[in-house]
T-cell receptor
Framework: GENVEQHPSTLSVQEGDSAVIKCTYSDSASNYFPWYKQELGKRPQLIIDIRSNVGEKKDQRIAVTLNKTAKHFSLHITETQPEDSAVYFCAATFTGGFKTIFGAGTRLFVKA | EAQVTQNPRYLITVTGKKLTVTCSQNMNHEYMSWYRQDPGLGLRQIYYSMNVEVTDKGDVPEGYKVSRKEKRNFPLILESPSPNQTSLYFC??????????????FGSGTRLTVV
């Protein structure tokens, strides 16, 4: 069935280091892959997204890469800061049923 | 301000007492959806609506109902709540999903406790 797997579930980095979160998806027809950041007690917010016709996208310290052949995509955060501490969710849109399925989330801790 | 408004923010209810969580968006989005968030399980889709009068089940629809009579509103109805529906609920909207997908704008969430 449709599935999105996300790893790791917890990630701890030192301030200034890079963080990488990886996701795999099951439906080769998926064409839209957003990433959301959820701070403690708040709603998820879209931080970056990528479509299936693009291999990489950057927005300041955040980048997302997509490997369609392997059906995986990754979030890269460079020069991490304490305010990057949050739960990050990847998601994939499944064209067959207009669903968006989320990964289980990665809790990122950035230590000052 | 463009937003998705959910009410109430917190709700404690008893098993079997019907309740409705309201959701309204002011962005003229066609697509709306309900998710529940549980620890370790991420966000799971309950129901979604591609437009007025068009709704479909997500991955965890049992025990829930929805309606989409107007474009801006998408209420979630629990006809007979049970303790396993205790969760954090989010309403979300977007310009579209499927082939023309866009990211979600989420509401502020409703924390529901069923005792």
């Amino acid at each position: 069935g449709e599935n999105v797997e996300q790893h790791p579930s917890t990630l701890s980095v030192q301030e200034g280091d890079s963080a990488v979160i990886k996701c795999t998806y099951s439906d080769s027809a998926s064409n839209y892959f957003p990433w959301y950041k959820q701070e403690l007690g708040k709603r998820p917010q879209l931080i970056i997204d990528i479509r299936s016709n693009v291999g990489e996208k950057k927005d300041q310290r955040i980048a997302v890469t997509l490997n369609k052949t392997a059906k995986h995509f990754s979030l890269h955060i460079t020069e991490t800061q304490p305010e990057d501490s949050a739960v990050y969710f990847c998601a994939a849109t499944f064209t067959g049923g207009f669903k968006t399925i989320f990964g289980a989330g990665t809790r990122l801790f950035v230590k000052a | 301000e463009a937003q998705v408004t959910q009410n109430p923010r917190y709700l404690i209810t008893v098993t079997g007492k019907k309740l409705t969580v309201t959701c309204s968006q002011n962005m003229n989005h066609e697509y709306m959806s309900w998710y529940r968030q549980d620890p370790g399980l991420g966000l799971r889709q309950i129901y979604y609506s591609m437009n007025v009068e068009v709704t479909d089940k997500g991955d965890v629809p049992e025990g829930y109902k929805v309606s989409r009579k107007e474009k801006r509103n998408f209420p979630l109805i629990l006809e007979s709540p049970s303790p396993n529906q205790t969760s954090l609920y989010f309403c979300a909207s977007s310009l579209g999903q499927g082939n023309g997908a866009y990211g979600y704008t989420f509401g502020s969430g409703t924390r529901l406790t069923v005792v």
